[in-house]
């Protein structure tokens, strides 16, 4: 099995990201995600003002010779109304068919839990590691 170089991996991440706006954060309440699940299993936020938001911008970086960070814009998600519970940050690729998409990452928010009522807010910075 073939691993991708340096070169061929920072080339291969720029060319996945390079139309960031095709990309949305969003939060779930799930604690586990497995490797193999999809957009469809996981547990969205709800509640008033909530939204996936659309990544405006990323920067692929050297993190050393072999690895590569993908480090995206800060997203602050506002809540106008009650949420549930928020315990993970996920990336999904929108798809063809409207409302379709791909989940990419997930990672646990950096503040834990969180259940944010009117007025409260979370921010999250997603960064994805990638090795050759």
């Known amino acids: 099995m073939g691993q991708f170089l340096e070169e061929g991996l920072q080339d291969a991440l720029e060319v996945y990201f390079a139309t960031p706006g095709d990309f949305y954060l969003g939060l779930c309440g799930d604690a586990v995600i497995g490797k193999t699940d999809s957009f469809t299993d996981l547990t969205e936020v709800t509640g008033t003002g909530y939204a996936k938001v659309a990544l ?46 791909t989940l990419v990452a997930v990672n646990a928010l950096d503040d834990g839990a969180v259940t944010l009522v009117n007025g409260e807010s979370v921010s999250v910075i997603p960064k994805l590691s990638a090795s050759s």
């Open 56 to 101: 405006t911008s990323v920067v692929i970086s050297l993190l050393s010779d072999d690895d590569r960070i993908a480090t995206f814009n800060e997203v602050t998600f506002s809540a106008s109304g009650n949420w549930t519970e928020a315990v993970t940050w996920f990336i999904v690729k929108d798809g063809a068919t409207p409302g379709t998409y």
